[in-house]
């Protein structure tokens, strides 16, 4: 589900290929396609013909720009590059004969160069013309693609930063001292307890450190296995809080195999259990579910504690970065004195190119 698109207004960025390109064509085509069976009859100058080249030029080279940025703007998806090729040069072609047929039309009309223009004048004219708008069209093309490489890969090499970062965030989550020595002790209870549930938190643990540790290997990955570790992960908090959270889980099933990145369930989780008091007689709850318009929703009752430290809420706002870098929508956040609400996109695997690319 693409939810949003880079709305930022297109630009060629052609200046300096207009700036060398129209004079040269213009030159050239005077110098090569020069009219020599006229010589002695041409009312102008060399230079004063090469001005009038120029003119032609640039009435060629803008008519066609404007069909390159219609089709730049309409086909932007790699997907649609056979589209925009296929249109560009129809459209190029047509507005190239349209424009080279008028323009000798009106010489002949006004008798501008002394002489009338043979039918095969018009065609010679027309060709020398396509001829120069395919070799602009595919420079224009490489440049084109040579920048979407260029963006594609910087926006991938941040996109692995971002996730690195959410990965490094968790790791720091899990060695925190308060984490580790609430788990060990909650383990040396269990093991005086009940040793099968002790091996079991064992279990759980090393499964949460192993999820963690690879989760960097995929920018994308299916919302099931997301919520496998989420409820491995909210074992060990219910052994450590017992009474004092709760997690309800609603979610659609079509939505199981939707795609979200890794760790962003704990993220959530992480942010709310760092925000918020949990006491056994005012227990946390938590809500995970799907809304109407198919995306994840995380919420939970605020209790918000007296005093916090390091409360900049990174998790989140490393979350959000990334959601950006994807361009698969925001990451919304609503709280309310009683409530807080953290929304986010589900992509459909499908949708998105660099799903299963990695790294």
């Not at 450190?209 to 994308?220: D, G, I, M």
């Not at 942010?271 to 939970?300: C, F």
């Not at 990174?314 to 994807?326: D, M």
């Amino acid at each position: 589900m693409r939810t949003q698109k880079n709305t930022k207004t297109y630009r060629l960025k052609d200046n300096w290929i207009r700036f060398i390109g129209i004079p040269l064509i213009a030159f050239t085509s005077h110098i090569i396609f020069f009219n020599e069976q006229h010589f002695e009859e041409e009312r102008f100058g060399y230079w004063q013909i090469f001005l009038i080249s120029l003119a032609e030029a640039v009435l060629l080279w803008e008519t066609n720009r404007l069909v390159l940025r219609y089709f730049h703007k309409r086909y932007t998806e790699g997907k649609d590059g056979v589209k925009r090729i296929i249109g560009i040069l129809i459209g190029c072609m047509l507005v190239t004969i349209l424009v080279r047929y008028l323009n000798i039309w009106f010489y002949d009309k006004t008798l501008f160069w002394g002489y009338l223009f043979p039918p095969e004048g018009y065609l010679y004219n027309i060709l020398i013309a396509l001829l120069y708008v395919v070799i602009v069209v595919g420079i224009y093309e490489g440049l084109y693609y040579f920048r979407e490489w260029k963006r594609t890969f910087e926006e991938k090499e941040a996109l692995e930063r971002a996730s690195l970062t959410i990965q490094l965030e968790s790791l720091k989550a899990q060695i925190n001292p308060h984490f580790l020595f609430n788990n060990l002790g909650s383990l040396a209870s269990l093991i005086t307890e009940d040793q099968e549930r002790a091996v079991e938190f064992v279990r759980q643990l090393s499964s949460v450190y192993r999820y963690v540790l690879k989760a960097n290997e995929n920018h994308l990955v299916p919302l099931n296995m997301e919520l496998d570790f989420l409820e491995q992960y909210f074992r060990l908090l219910k052994t450590r809080f017992e009474d004092g959270i709760e997690l309800m889980i609603h979610i659609a099933e079509p939505y199981h195999k939707w795609q979200l990145p890794p760790l962003t369930l704990q993220v959530l989780l992480e942010n709310v259990i760092k925000h918020n008091s949990i006491l056994p007689d005012q227990p946390l709850l938590v809500k995970l579910y799907t809304n109407e318009e198919g995306k994840l929703v995380m919420e939970n009752n605020r209790q918000s504690k007296q005093v916090l430290i390091g409360s900049e809420k990174i998790g989140l706002s490393n979350l959000r970065k990334k959601y950006e870098l994807l361009h698969e929508g925001t990451v919304l956040v609503e709280e309310t004195s009683s409530h807080f609400k953290v929304t986010i996109p589900l992509i459909k695997k499908e949708n998105y190119a660099l799903a299963d690319s990695g790294r």
